[in-house]
């Protein structure tokens, strides 16, 4: 995949990212995973989902709930303590496992589940444990939706402070496979110039899909993220199991 192509990904996935959140950046790590190395694309995705994120967190700031950010962010803190000690290194079957498998997490009945990123416990719980699930598999989306669904929060409400929260997320992930390709010599990450024009097609991505957002209902936006990532999550099963078995 060249990276005019993987240029034009990312505005796609933005746009997706900024009506239904997680499933924007489930399709952007797939096509990175195929792309790049596995190191270079957990930072690339890092790096495009910052901006993507920060630029969707900036577009709806008046509905982020800064409290919940706040005590996510110690959460997260917590998580880069405890990767700064660990070495993790996956290779690309692994992560198509992994992220086939996260979307699972969506069709959970949260309702049975007594998490709120409303309550300080919860939110910091949620810091800690969707910045792992990123570091691990490179997206968390499914698993922080766990923690906002018993939340009485609008649809804008949730996309703001969600593209917030990972703002956090995205940099413990970037500073953990990033550090390692400091100083290499073949780090397989795209040239400067694809980071260059990425962000601001990030940012147009997120404006695009904040209209869509506006268009759609708190039930629709529901029911088809869930169908959306689930579709995802088949597909990298599929591509996993052909990379297991030493498929071409």
């Not at 505005?11 to 995973?33: D, E, N």
């Not at 397989?188 to 209902?217: D, E, H, I, K, V």
Request: charged share 10%.
């Amino acid at each position: 995949m060249t990276h005019g192509l993987l240029l034009i990904v990312v505005l796609a996935t933005a746009t997706v990212s900024g009506v239904f959140g997680m499933a924007g950046g489930l399709m952007l790590m797939g096509a990175l995973t195929l792309a790049l190395p596995v190191s270079a694309a957990m930072v690339t995705h890092g790096a495009v989902q910052f901006v993507s994120n920060g630029w969707r967190a900036v577009l709806h700031r008046r509905h982020i709930d800064w409290r919940i950010i706040l005590i996510y962010g110690a959460g997260s803190a917590m998580a880069a303590g405890a990767l700064a000690l660990a070495t993790y290194e996956p290779t690309k079957a692994w992560v198509y496992l992994l992220l086939g498998l996260v979307p699972g997490l969506a069709w959970l009945p949260k309702r049975a589940f007594s998490l709120d990123a409303a309550k300080p416990m919860h939110a910091l719980a949620c810091g800690l444990s969707v910045t792992g699930l990123n570091v691990l598999a490179g997206v968390s989306g499914p698993l922080l939706d766990v923690f906002f669904v018993r939340t009485a929060l609008t649809r804008h409400q949730i996309v703001a402070t969600k593209a917030a929260t990972q703002a956090f997320s995205h940099t413990v992930k970037m500073a953990f496979y990033g550090a390692p390709l400091i100083g290499g010599a073949d780090s397989g990450m795209p040239p400067w110039w694809f980071f260059a024009l990425a962000a601001p097609l990030a940012m147009t991505g997120a404006w695009l899909g904040g209209l869509a957002l506006q268009r759609m209902s708190d039930v629709n936006f529901l029911k088809w993220t869930r169908w959306i990532v689930t579709g995802l999550g088949a597909i990298y099963l599929a591509q996993a199991a052909a990379l297991f078995s030493g498929a071409p």
